[in-house]
Every structure is written in C-alpha cells, then in structure tokens.
C-alpha cells in the first residue's frame, strides 16, 4: 500500500522556520518528481516546490528565496524548509508523488499525502 505521509506541521509567528517531512513507502519512488501544494481556507490548492529524480528543483514565485525543497532517496523522505515565514504562507501543505515532469501541475500526480497544518500567526 502506497502511502505518504506529512509531519513537522504547527503554529508559528512570522518571520520563523518549519521543516516539513514526507515519508513515502509502499513503492520505490526515487524515480518520481515529489511536489508540495498548499492548500488555503476558500482557496484552490496551489504549486509550492517540486523535486524531480535529478534532484532540479522549482518553486513557486511566492516562496521562492524563503523555501528549500530536498529529497533523501535513502530515507524515502522528501523535506521542505520554510523560512521568514508570513501569515500568507498559512495553509494545509500536502506532498505528492508523480511519474511525470508536470510538476506545477497538480492533476499530474499519482499519490498524495493527508496533508499538515501550518498556521503563521503572531
């Protein structure tokens, strides 16, 4: 069984940093482009940062410079470090997993994550 599953979500105050985490097991997924979408009260799920298997990496203009998108295939895990957080970046944040080099594009991916909170808030 396929699953992805997030953690390292939480409340903080702007200007702070997260580390969210995605392990990945049921499937070898060294070989796919792992994404993060964030998904805002009222708002569509929208692209933050995408991995491909040659470890390019490609972000979304509004946390380009704050987020780091990496990948660790020994551990099946795929991180994103947010940092200068703001009140903006406040969503439910889920990984993905796709076969594919659509990485902006949210109905490209395969497997997806339960997601985790993140609230940014003084």
């Known amino acids: 069984q396929v699953q992805l599953v997030e953690s390292g979500g939480g409340l903080v105050q702007p200007g702070d940093s997260l580390r969210l985490s995605c392990a990945t097991s049921?499937?070898?997924?060294?070989?796919?482009?792992l994404g993060w979408f964030r998904q805002a009260p009222g708002k569509e799920r929208e692209f933050a940062a995408a991995?491909?298997?040659?470890?390019?990496?490609y972000y979304a203009d509004s946390v380009k410079g704050r987020f780091a998108i990496s990948r660790d295939n020994t551990k099946n895990t795929v991180y994103l470090q947010m940092n200068s957080l703001k009140p903006e970046d406040t969503a439910v944040y889920y990984c993905?997993?796709?076969?594919?080099?659509?990485?902006?594009?949210?109905?490209?991916?395969?497997?997806w994550g339960q997601g985790t909170q993140v609230t940014v808030s003084s």
């Open positions: 993905a997993a796709q076969g594919g080099t659509h990485y902006w594009n949210y109905t490209e991916y395969d497997y």
């Open positions: 049921g499937r070898t997924f060294s070989s796919y482009t």
């Open positions: 991995i491909n298997w040659r470890h390019n990496t």
